[in-house]
């Protein structure tokens, strides 16, 4: 089982537009695949159309394996399953503080799922907590969707500070660029100067009205519109993440 | 969460379903997806092993996946290149399909038992906000038969998603309601139903020798009872050797048959001498006629075992030696299939079925002086008993260090008493015998292994001596070299493994047991 997170500190990123696409292309190579919404807006529920069910919220979440499974819903996609979100996900740095081992519960509580799903994918919420470093060690690589502006390049260095400061693993993090809009020079000046930076993948997704329309098909674009630019940009950055960079962690 | 199964109901309406669309209306709605027809080939292996354990093996559209036949989960599809007649596990792409075919059907090949064609429509179930919460799949079945279509059933299905129990709950009821609950099915009756249709008896072929015998019975009717046992498992295989379709054929026909032979060696007078006497030489006939053709398949089984034992430069010179075996046994496969549909065999096998069918009806004329009248458990516990002093006494006999020659016909005598006691099992208490041959079976793995790594050696060495006539290869003459000491090591080990395996065997708790099962 590999585990990806897709995670940003800063909101309005793609991260839950790349968490759909990207664990929907997962499922499509017929290897099973979950996807978990952590962020309490549940966007990508919304996406897949599956809401929790009533009984469902943060405790359930905290308490494990089991309740997690129970809570778990197909997709209308073969080999696509979902854990939704619900709005009591805020609370869930409150409940963390008091585990004993609460930077290492999710990896725990997702122990179980490893016989079943090839892939977990995670939509985090944005935003730098205790929740976000459960989240940290639980992944096998943490996928950072990255505008090129400087405010977006700033928060990546912060999150890449962070975990030097912290003692956390920083060969996990792996950036792409996304909403790309190459008649921009900023954006090609930017792009221009990571490109050597080895913590970048080379497959970036440019900017299209088609992805913000997800939400009115509610459905991955590479299901509903497969010949999009960014549904053909994901279909590339798939591609390089599961021949390059998943065999390595 | 619990696993939501698949159910299904028998339709006359089959793929045109009119009353579907509006039967679950106003909560659910259903979108037609498409409609199209889908050819399903099924496989198993000879002995089912697969039905077994609540599998199916399905192939369509070229593509190979596992039906759960409790539940109707099915794997992801794995791509195939084609739609074999049969196959073996361990040549399908690397996967899970392969590994949980590889776990349960080991080296038996999975044999295409039927193929069906659907007319099919598929329904996606939709809630109010448009979300897939199960889909319904409507049917035609049809039976292939060659050129020809069968009609088999109509059928509905409905598979559910993970999540939406409610939906599903609902949907199984109206359709119950609908179709009546008679005409409700789980996965496995309608596999069972496909089987039955195409004429094909699931679980129809089993080797272990599950007779219920009875105690008083002429010991010639219990006899021959076990020997057309065995004449039917022999029968079984042959077509099975002769399209090659993978080894345990042969090696099934050979225990049938040295069972046969054993049988008619070790319950002396069930038959008159001269009958006997033909029919012992007719099988060991037999035995020899594919002894090469066995050898064959061994080597080839142990094809990388033995590039494994071996330093990976010196492994692969042994390519030419397998290339070699590999027409070899083409060539006994042609001679022994040929030897099969001969009609000498047809005939004898013929004759010696009737004649065990005559002695079934036709025990003989009761005289104290007739072998054959005497009680088949008297006859269990006399053979039984002189076998097993036997294993005890020539055991003892060995020396700390075991001769090939000691060990060898140690072999051979526990062979003798194993049989016996697989034949006669029936006539004892299971918790007596079970742990007998448990404790037989330990020595028998040891004394085994012993003389297969002898025989291979020899083999070995014989091959070796066959080089001379052939071009030099001197490649090849030190792999076979590094492959008899790697074996001889081996053999060695087990040589010293004898006397401790023996003395496990030869203790007083199995002794305890065998004065149980022959003081009955």
């Known amino acids: 089982m590999k585990t990806i997170a897709l995670y940003s500190i800063k909101g309005g990123v793609g991260k839950t537009a790349a968490a759909v696409n990207l664990s929907y292309l997962a499922s499509r190579d017929s290897l099973s695949t979950l996807i978990c919404d952590l962020d309490p807006q549940g966007a990508s529920s919304y996406y897949f159309r599956i809401a929790a069910g009533e009984k469902y919220n943060s405790t359930k979440f905290l308490q494990g394996s089991k309740k997690i499974y129970r809570n778990i819903k197909a997709t209308d996609y073969d080999q696509l399953d979902l854990l939704p979100s619900d709005f009591s996900y805020r609370n869930l740095d409150l409940e963390l503080l008091e585990e004993k081992k609460p930077q290492k519960k999710i990896r725990k509580n997702l122990e179980e799922l490893s016989d079943e799903y090839r892939y977990i994918f995670f939509d985090c919420p944005p935003n730098l907590t205790l929740f976000s470093e459960s989240i940290f060690a639980a992944a096998d690589i943490i996928l950072v969707p990255v505008i090129p502006t400087t405010l977006s390049i700033r928060t990546y260095e912060q999150l890449k500070g962070f975990f030097e400061s912290s003692g956390l693993d920083s060969s996990k993090i792996k950036a792409f660029f996304t909403m790309v809009e190459k008649r921009k020079s900023m954006h090609r000046d930017i792009i221009e100067s990571c490109e050597s930076q080895p913590d970048f993948l080379k497959q970036s997704i440019p900017y299209n009205s088609e992805v913000e329309k997800m939400g009115l098909y509610r459905a991955p674009l590479n299901a509903v519109l497969p010949s999009a630019i960014a549904a053909k940009a994901y279909q590339r950055l798939w591609s390089e993440l599961s021949e390059a960079v998943l065999p390595a962690v | ?520």
């Open chain 2, 1 to 520: 969460m619990a696993v939501l199964n698949t159910i299904c109901f028998k339709s006359s309406e089959g793929v045109s379903t009119p009353s579907l669309p509006v039967l679950f209306q106003p909560s659910l709605s259903l979108h037609e997806e498409l409609r199209r027809k889908e050819r399903r080939s099924y496989y198993d292996t000879f002995e089912w092993i697969c039905f077994e354990h609540q599998t199916a093996v399905v192939v369509k559209n070229r593509t190979i996946s596992l039906l759960d036949l409790q539940s109707g989960l099915e794997t992801a599809p794995l791509s195939l290149k084609a739609c074999p007649s049969h196959f073996l596990p361990s040549t399908l792409p690397d996967g899970t399909i392969k590994n949980r075919l590889e776990f349960l059907a080991g080296i038996r090949a999975l044999m295409k038992r039927c193929t069906i064609e659907s007319d099919m429509v598929t329904f996606r179930i939709l809630d109010q906000i448009e979300k897939t919460t199960g889909f319904l799949f409507a049917e035609t079945l049809f039976l292939i038969k060659g050129n020809r279509k069968e009609r088999i059933a109509g059928l509905i299905t409905l598979k559910p998603l993970k999540g939406f129990q409610d939906d599903y709950v609902m949907i199984s009821r109206k359709l119950e309601e609908h179709f009546g609950t008679e005409s409700r099915l789980d996965v496995k009756s309608v596999f069972m139903l496909l089987m039955e249709s195409a004429g094909v008896r699931v679980n129809d072929y089993n080797p272990k020798i599950r007779l219920a015998l009875l105690p008083d019975n002429p010991v010639r009717i219990s006899a021959a009872e076990l020997l057309l046992f065995t004449h039917g498992i022999m029968k079984s295989n042959e077509s099975g050797i002769i399209g090659s379709i993978d080894t345990e054929f042969l090696h099934e026909y050979r225990v049938a048959l040295r069972r046969t032979r054993s049988l008619l060696s070790q319950l002396k007078g069930i038959f008159p001498p001269e009958i006997i006497l033909r029919y012992r030489q007719a099988f060991s006939d037999i035995g020899k006629k594919c002894n090469a053709l066995r050898d064959c398949d061994v080597y080839m089984l142990k094809k990388t075992a033995y590039f494994n034992i071996l330093p990976p430069l010196l492994g692969f010179h042994l390519t030419p030696f397998f290339e070699e075996l590999e027409v070899t046994r083409k060539v006994e496969l042609k001679r022994f299939s040929d030897f099969l549909r001969s009609k000498t065999y047809r005939t004898m096998l013929d004759e010696w079925q009737t004649l065990l069918n005559d002695a079934l009806v036709t025990p003989g004329i009761e005289r104290e002086s007739d072998p054959g009248q005497e009680p088949s458990i008297n006859v269990a516990v006399k053979t039984i008993g002189k076998a097993w002093k036997k294993v005890i006494r020539h055991g003892r006999a060995i020396p700390a260090e075991a001769s090939d020659g000691e060990l060898h016909a140690l072999r051979i005598d526990c062979k003798k008493l194993r049989y016996l006691l697989e034949f006669f099992s029936s006539l004892f208490p299971e918790k007596t015998i079970g742990p007998v041959v448990k404790h037989l079976k330990e020595l028998q793995e040891n004394l085994g292994a012993f003389v297969d790594l002898a025989v291979q050696q020899q083999a070995l060495y014989g091959y070796i001596d066959s080089m001379k006539t052939k071009p030099a290869n001197p490649e090849l003459a030190s792999a076979l070299g590094g492959l008899i000491v790697m074996l001889h090591r081996r053999q060695e080990k087990e040589r010293k493994a004898f006397n401790r395996t023996f003395r496990r065997f030869d203790n007083d708790e199995t002794e305890t047991l065998v004065t149980e099962l022959l003081n009955r």
